[in-house]
């Protein structure tokens, strides 16, 4: 290996229909979102706090051709930090 070349990523997710390795989303069924907000002096309001838990199956989807990619979904979930 040439010292300009950088070692490839053996686990990196590549969407398989058009090459995509940057972007991607999820998509969750039934879920429960719970927002604390706190009041401000001049009436506004402001997030505390947001958290949420899906009850549903949760998707995943490339960012860039929108297919399916549910099946690397586990992997994706590991490599979340």
Avoid: A, W
């Amino acid at each position: 290996m040439s010292r300009h070349q950088h070692p490839q990523v053996v686990n990196l997710l590549k969407c398989p229909y058009c090459g995509n390795e940057t972007s991607f989303f999820e998509i969750s069924d039934d879920v429960i979102t719970t927002t604390h907000y706190v009041q401000n002096q001049d009436g506004s309001f402001t997030i505390e706090n947001r958290s949420s838990q899906s009850l549903g199956d949760v998707k995943l989807f490339c960012g860039n051709c929108e297919e399916d990619l549910s099946s690397f979904h586990q992997r994706f979930s590991e490599m979340i930090f």
